[in-house]
């Protein structure tokens, strides 16, 4: 997996998300460019208490209020949805 193949399932299976816009990633300081996919996928549990088996997308976020700073984001591997972890 690779980040255009990640984006490309996504917003084909999620089209209503915003998460990969162009006004989501200004806002936040993000450059695709500078996204990678960490090599192994994890088990995380959602905040309803499901499991998913997820790619985790790793960006640098430049707008942070700490400063820059590395964020994770978690996608299951089979419906592209963005999982956010409990």
Do not use: W
């Amino acid at each position: 997996m690779n980040v255009y193949s990640l984006i490309d399932r996504h917003k084909s299976m999620n089209p209503d998300s915003t998460f990969f816009s162009h006004d989501t990633l200004k806002f936040f300081g993000e450059r695709i460019s500078d996204m990678n996919i960490l090599k192994d996928t994890v088990k995380i549990t959602d905040y309803c208490g499901e499991e998913h088996e997820c790619y985790v997308l790793s960006t640098l976020q430049r707008k942070h209020p700490l400063g820059k700073r590395r964020a994770h984001y978690y996608f299951d591997t089979t419906s592209y949805e963005r999982i956010i972890d409990y």
